[in-house]
C-alpha cells in the first residue's frame, strides 16, 4: 500500500513569491493535515480536513495560508507572498477517522530568502 | 507554554544500551500518546502509542511507560542499535474529532557501536 506522498520535495523562493504544496493520502483515508516543522522543532498542526470540510483551520499562521481539498483525497497548501520566516518543512498526514494513527508524508521543505 | 515536553534534549547511548527518553504534558483531556521517529529529510514516522488507559506497551524493543496521575510517560529503547539514532518526537492528542497531534521539541539519539 501506498504511503503518503508529497510533491515538490523541495522548494527555494524569494520573499514574496508564491508557493503550492500538494499531498495524496493514503487510500482509503478521510482525514488529511497539514503540519509546519520549523527547523529543530516539532510539527506543529496548520489545519485539518475530514472529506472535503475544513474541521480547523485556526492555527493558520496567517491569511497568507489557505488549504483546500476540493474532492476529499488529495489536498493543496498554498502561501501567498512568502516571508523569511515561513521557512520549514511542510508536512501532510492522514488517517482514517475511525482509527487512531496519523501517517506522515515525507515533507516538503520550503526555503524564503 | 509547551503543551508536551520532551527531555533530555539530546542522548548518546552506546550499542547495546538503554535509551530512556522523557516525556510530560499539561491538559489532562489528552488520551493518546504515539512517539514518532524521524531521520533527516523525512517525515515523521509513527514508532509506538498508547492510550491513557494503559500503563504499558511494548513493541519489541521498544516500551511505553505512562503514569497518567504525574502526566508522564517514557519510551525505553532496549538493545539500542546505530540504526536506531534519530530524533524521537512523543505527541499527545485528544480523540475527539480527530484532533491533530501536539508535538514535543525532540529528543536527538545518538547510539555509538
Known amino acids: 500500500e501506498a504511503g503518503v506522498t508529497q510533491s515538490p520535495r523541495y522548494a527555494v523562493l524569494q520573499e514574496g513569491q508564491a508557493v503550492s504544496f500538494w499531498c495524496d493520502p493514503i487510500s482509503g483515508h478521510d482525514t488529511l493535515y497539514w503540519y509546519q516543522q520549523p527547523r529543530d522543532q516539532g510539527p506543529q498542526l496548520l489545519v485539518y480536513f475530514r472529506d472535503e470540510a475544513v474541521i480547523d483551520n485556526s492555527q493558520l499562521p496567517s491569511d497568507r495560508f489557505s488549504a483546500v481539498r476540493p474532492k476529499g483525497t488529495n489536498s493543496t497548501l498554498k502561501i501567498q507572498s512568502a516571508k523569511q520566516g515561513d521557512t520549514a518543512t511542510y508536512l501532510c498526514?492522514?488517517?482514517?477517522?475511525?482509527?487512531?494513527?496519523?501517517?506522515f508524508g515525507p515533507g516538503t521543505r520550503l526555503t524564503v530568502l | 507554554q509547551q503543551q508536551v515536553r520532551q527531555s533530555p534534549q539530546s542522548l548518546t547511548v552506546w550499542e547495546g544500551e538503554t535509551a530512556i527518553l522523557n516525556c510530560s504534558y499539561e491538559d489532562s483531556t489528552f488520551n493518546y500518546f504515539p512517539w514518532y521517529q524521524q531521520f533527516p529529510g523525512e517525515g515523521p514516522a509513527l514508532l509506538i502509542s498508547?492510550?491513557?488507559?494503559?500503563d504499558k506497551k511494548e513493541d519489541g524493543r521498544f516500551t511505553i511507560f505512562f503514569n497518567k496521575r504525574e502526566k508522564k510517560l517514557s519510551l525505553h529503547i532496549t538493545d539500542s542499535q546505530p540504526g536506531d539514532s534519530a530524533t524521537y518526537f512523543c505527541?499527545?492528542?485528544?480523540?475527539?474529532?480527530?484532533?491533530?497531534?501536539?508535538f514535543g521539541l525532540g529528543t536527538r539519539v545518538s547510539v555509538f557501536p
Open positions: 505527541a499527545a492528542s485528544r480523540d475527539n474529532y480527530a484532533q491533530g497531534l501536539t
Open positions: 498526514a492522514s488517517r482514517d477517522w475511525g482509527l487512531y494513527e496519523q501517517y
Open positions: 498508547i492510550s491513557s488507559v494503559s
